[in-house]
């Protein structure tokens, strides 16, 4: 039998979902198309540093104001002065980062000379309350950088499959964010999606897409999003310039810990630190570190000298735990650094 | 009532365990729909196994002759035979038809079990122009071979992106996905080939890829399929068992160098190709492409995509805020690289698995010939041309000299024109010696000899600024009274090309694509020199044909109209010549005088 056309072709997207169901006439479900347009003139794609597998150089983000505020997740991604983003119009600007959030994996950038961007208001979205295991949602992401400019974002739709505790990790470590989040039977665990948006049927926003996580407990990578209220204090925050970073507590005083991690020789101002060479059973052998591996982030510091590398870890207490991702090859690996107490017979060297 | 739709899924889902009464009626009736649809539309789905039980994939039926739509690398490895399941239960001996390597598309036919045929269930065709992300889409197939009943596997999801470019998977520039649609529906291994249905089970689409990384080769809730509107500019090179390639411009076009500026402008151009001989060059704006806006690499990607090498597109190009709109004859990509702005001998084409063909049924329809898929169903269409257009006239008695008598219009002015043409014998009694003379005012003015040695090509070419025009009347003359026995070199189908005839009564259309109309191609090449002729695809009447001199420069254009009949013989009477970016005149035909060979010139294999 054939369908007379379908009337959500011409009509808005709110709208459209009215007529459709409450036309006596039984149909197939109707078009998003609306909606989908609607939520994609608010979220835009990004371009930064990366380009590695691992490390990806594109991600996604969500207008959070008229002039030009941008969540996204904190991800190397942002580390470069040349961060770029594509509007839904095809616009392009320079961003900067105003403040990244490493216990959220949230961050807030900045584009200049917008007004009146189409903007999801995070306060108010934050106010309405939490979606319930069984809500129907659509995710929103530049996914595998299928888009640029003006080339809308990739739509997917799924089910909030349950409301849970984060049991996530990145290589080896446990993800910084422990609260609860939606888990979703949605594919959106993939390369450039962190930062999307996850709305209702009707583009009502209610979650954002996190960081690409393996669930710590099975092993398989989560689909997952960061309930819009746990964010909204961030932004509300950070575009005021009144943000405070929450602050991990890390041990300090007392004498140095030992890793055991034999850089090359520093020999010039900003030597990238390659590892040498680790002493036998010292943190660096146990934790996998090998020769050649170039040191990219420290607890997701970036490290551009080996001087930047001993400034932060050559101060800290044994007992103290350092996420470093390094370069092996062309691939980012995670390892985890458990400083101990200085062995006998080794005394600290200093340059 | 926004939540109310949005449990359409989950009720679905848990159907099974729920009495029934709180579900709402219209619940109920989509998704009653939705299984009618499925029922229509599950007969037409193919499940493809290799010959030898090795892999396989899926496809859907498109015709009740049983033409059927699969990947290009689904049978790669299969060859050019396979065997196929239809969810009735029966296994068919299937043959491949046509190919389409770049943009990974095959035309396969499925054999009718019953000697007197059968009409195969098939899907209906839709507009997949139309489809918006967010519109809902079923995918049916045989993903992970599960289909040993023949019975396929129905996903069903949202299309998450439409317009979507995706890079070739080899270096060879083959399985380049331009212009798909992008499904959150689970496509996985085995789906290859099948098909992608909107909700009034009309086929959007084949199915053929998936976008991968950490999870392996299976569904990663980001699915490609092959828009039908694409397959359908290709379905007449499929048809006629080509080996069909992809087209490029000649021509880099790139970003503008601000990046704040949208524009695509033109950085490379290749010293030849036809986009150049037709205008555009360095620094041009491109602004329109075959009727669509191109403001980024990927607009400007699919656009090329979506058209066989030969095919002549519109093109709008700004340059000093001037816009100019030209006609760009579209070159092959598997056949030139553009490198150092001079083209390259291919890179020989990676052929289909090399195994002897097993002895089945399907053997019998296949026929391998380099540049074809299959030049069994070339013949098939070459032959099915070439009877329809004798309808028209049978020319094979008018073997004589040919002597036509017009008026040339040219340059404003008009002038008496005779054209003659004939196959002499030479002075030995027994070499054939063709010519073609234009008289002007009763004057002989140009003559041509084509099968004379020696020649170059600019003594082929007269009359002046008309790009052979003698060569191209004797060509004319050879296709109508001797058909294939008339050109050695090819006499081939060329399948569905489109054709740009100029109104009568003013120099340009107000756009080319008004201009356009569809038409089958016949290829031909004799004495070295190939020529391509358009028949209406109705009553197969010849509308127009192209020669060409040297093959890397323009052809002459001939268009025909006005057809009358003359002694039975449908004849034009008004024949335009166009050659390079100018009209050279038109002949306004008062007498045809078509005399009968004095004697056999040639045996006649047939009849």
Known sequence: ?351 | LGLLGGSVLLCAGSFGTASGQDIDKRVLEAQAERVAVIEKIKPTVVAIFANGGQGGGSGVLISKEGYALTNFHVVQGSGPVMQCGLPDGVLYDAVLVGLDRVGDVALIKLLPRKEDGQDFPHASLGDSDRVKAGDWSLALGNPFLLATDFTPTVTYGLVSGVHRYQYPESSKGLLEYTDCIQVDTSINPGNSGGPLFNMDGQLIGINGRISLEKRGRVNSGVGYAISINQIKNFMGQLRAGLDTDHATLGAFIENKADETQTGMVVTRILEDCDARRRGLDLNDELVSFAGRPVHNRNHYQNVLGLFPKGWRVPLVYRRDNDKHEILVRLMGLQRQEIEDGKPKPPPPPPTLKKTPIPDSPASKFYEAKSGFANFYFNKQERDHLWSGFRKHGDFSTAAGTWTIETELDRNQKKTPARIVIADEKGSDGKTVKGMAQLFLEGQLQYKVEPLKAGQEARDLKDPPSSGGLLMALYQYRRLLTMGDQGFEGQFSHGGLEPFYPMPADSPKPKSLADARLDTEVLHTEHAAVPAKWYFSPKDQALLGFEVWIDREEDPCEVYLFDYKSVNGQDLPHRIEVRYSNGLFGTFIVKNYQLAPAKEPMFGRSKE
């Open chain 1, 1 to 351: 039998m054939k369908l007379p056309r379908r009337l959500a072709l011409v009509i808005t997207a709110a709208s459209a979902l009215f007529v459709l169901l409450s036309a006596a006439r039984p149909q197939a479900p109707p078009s998003l198309a609306g909606v989908v347009d609607q939520v994609n003139r608010k979220m835009v794609k990004l371009f930064g540093s990366g380009g590695f597998r691992g490390l990806n150089s594109y991600g996604t983000g969500v207008v959070v104001s008229p002039d030009g505020y941008v969540l996204t997740v904190a991800s190397p991604l942002l580390d470069t002065p040349d961060l770029r983003v594509h509007l839904w119009d095809g616009r392009r600007f320079q961003a900067k980062v105003v403040v990244t959030e490493p216990e959220l994996d949230a961050a807030l950038v900045k584009i200049d000379k917008v007004e009146d961007l189409p903007y999801f208001d995070i306060a108010q979205a934050a106010k309405a309350p939490l979606a319930q295991a069984g809500d129907w949602v659509l995710a929103f992401s530049n996914q595998f950088q299928i888009a640029t400019r003006e080339e809308p974002l990739s739509v997917q739709h799924g089910v909030i499959a349950n409301y849970s505790k984060l049991h996530g990790r990145r290589g080896i470590f446990d993800a910084p964010y422990v609260g609860d989040v939606y888990v979703l039977d949605a594919m959106t665990n993939n390369p450039g999606a962190g930062g999307g948006a996850v709305t209702t049927r009707k583009g009502e926003l209610i979650g954002f897409i996190g960081k690409e996580l393996r669930n710590s407990l099975s092993d398989t990578w989560i689909n997952y999003a960061l309930p819009v209220q746990v964010v909204a204090d961030f932004v509300d925050k950070a575009k005021r310039g009144e943000y405070k970073l929450l602050v991990r507590e890390k041990p300090t005083g007392g004498p140095a810990g030992f890793h055991g991690i034999v850089l090359v020789p520093n020999v010039v101002e900003r030597t990238p630190p390659f590892v040498e060479d680790t002493f036998p059973g010292s943190p660096a052998a146990k934790s996998g570190l090998r020769p050649d591996d170039l040191i990219v982030y420290v607890d997701g510091e970036k490290v551009v000298s080996i001087k930047e590398f001993r400034d932060i870890v050559d101060k800290a207490r044994p007992g103290t735990v350092f996420r470093l991702e390094v370069r092996r090859g062309d691939k980012l690996t995670t390892v985890d650094l458990k400083l101990e107490p200085l062995p006998p017979g080794l005394s600290p060297k200093k340059e």
